[in-house]
């Protein structure tokens, strides 16, 4: 299994924050570590849907990560986004030498830690589908998995009871407020892919 990521005290994120995370980055990579006889984790990018304390996943039955589970049941979902590569010269106001300026990268990554149920029996995985069904797309109408029977026996469900939870929100929390507002300023003049996410998650964070 992975070692934990490492989180400073600065950049750990609360249940509102990871929650949050979470429900607007639906898609992550499910790590099964397996037997001591594995040579390497299974890692699966998937959908998921955080139910509660829960994660709901659905994959192929055909799928490797199920031989790693039966090994260990013990798995790790990693979910990470909203990153943003901030440059040397960003991390400089006034008289500073932007040639000496420290760059880095702002993210967000949770990870949560547990025990795996597997379900293979059609009800179950039927009932899966639904809640996940609601959960991603609740403004449309669909047929009711059960409808889909044959093809329910092609894929098995799995629910993971989360027993910890690492979340880091690495947006300039080992700096002062004037350099974070000079890297606030640069991400909004460049308005690259995840720039504004990683401005929201830096602004919102200010003051901590």
Known sequence: MMAPVFIHDIDAGDESEWRAFLAAHPFGELVAGGGPDRRVPVVVPTQYVLDGDDVLIHLLARNPVWDAIAENPTVVLAVSGDWAFVPSSWK??????????????????????GTVTVIEDPDGIAEVLRIQLGALQPDETVADPSEHAARLRVIRALRLRVDDVRAKFKYGGNVDRDHRATVLAHLGERDGPGDRAAAAHLERRFDR
């Open 92 to 113: 400089t106001i006034g008289e500073e030498d932007p040639r000496l300026g420290i760059p880095t990268t702002y993210y967000a990554s949770v990870q949560l830690t």
